[in-house]
């Protein structure tokens, strides 16, 4: 019942990635492009995903805990650290050259396009990078 | 290459990824992090760690098949540039990600809603670089 669930979870924001135009690059790269060919779509989508996750979360939260776990799992971590300010201008610069990102790539791979698969295998490199490059730290949950 | 500006299918986009990631916290109790999904499926350390985290990843990615059958034609994808763009944006992607724990969906959508102070930093700083990194390609390099 819990895979199931998480499945169809899966499948509804999919499908809102599909429909809103996240997994285009061309449309992803020019929300970016201010001086070129400027599409502000993007921001569309974030306002509408925001309004459902301000109010639904709160309304979920009244909960003693989730359907299918013990409690709910929430970050914890509060560090304004470089690690957090360095890792999101990295992911930034990325995202600029790339046009996914990866909550975008994992719906479109769906779509049976090799660029995406491309763009996700290098994205799991990157994770083995960053493991390799600070041992110390694999063993954080990220 | 200009694309066409699409605010109602943009937003009614937003809403549905908003109900999933909600719908999520109602099921497991989780954030939406596609970051933490898929390198905590790389790297599960048990079988329960990877296969919610599978089933996930599978609904999400049936989703394009889904629309085909309702709509007739697959979401429209556009890549502007080359793979090899595609592969060093891929692993900045993925080292950033990790690092920064957080994407476009764990900080973007996720950690704004609960007004993480950490979200708060981390979008607006990958934001700005994303912008400035298509404006040096586009404007500067390629212009």
């Known amino acids: 019942m819990k895979h199931l669930f998480a499945c169809l979870t899966g499948l509804v924001f999919g499908t809102g990635i599909a429909i809103s135009g996240m997994m285009d690059p061309a449309k992803v790269l020019n929300f970016f492009d201010i001086a070129g060919a400027w599409d502000l779509s993007l921001m569309f989508v974030m306002g509408g995903a925001l309004i459902i996750t301000s109010l639904g979360y709160r309304l979920v939260w009244r909960r003693a805990a989730p359907l299918f776990e013990q409690s709910f799992q929430l970050p914890t971590s509060t560090a304004l650290d470089a690690r957090l300010i360095g890792g999101a201008a990295l992911f930034g610069i990325g995202w600029g050259i790339a046009g996914f990102c990866p909550g975008a790539a994992i719906p479109a791979l769906g779509t049976g396009r090799w660029e995406v698969a491309l763009f996700l295998v290098s994205v799991t490199g990157g994770f083995y990078l960053r493991r390799l490059l600070s041992p110390a730290l694999a063993k954080t949950a990220t | ?143």
Not at chain 2, 12 to 34: C, E, N, Q, S, T
Not at chain 2, 64 to 76: D, H, K, S
Not at chain 2, 92 to 111: D, F, N, R
Not at chain 2, 125 to 134: H, R
Request: aromatic content about 6%.
């Open chain 2, 1 to 143: 290459m200009e694309t066409v500006f699409t605010p109602f299918a943009s937003f009614g986009g937003g809403l549905l990824i908003g109900l999933g990631a909600v719908l999520l916290m109602l099921g497991l109790g989780r954030v939406f992090g596609a970051t933490g999904i898929l390198s905590g499926a790389v790297f599960a350390e048990s079988r329960a760690e990877l296969t919610w985290r599978m089933a996930l990843i599978l609904g999400m990615m049936l989703a394009p098949g889904l629309l085909f059958l309702i709509t007739g034609t697959m979401p429209a994808i556009t890549v502007p540039v080359s793979p090899v763009m595609i592969v060093i944006g891929g692993v900045i992607v993925g080292l950033g990600a990790s690092l920064g724990s957080g994407c476009t969906s764990g900080h973007g959508v996720c950690g704004l809603s609960r007004l993480s102070l950490r979200s708060l930093v981390a979008v607006p700083t990958f934001m700005t670089t994303a912008a400035i990194t298509v404006f040096l390609i586009r404007h500067v390099v390629g212009g």
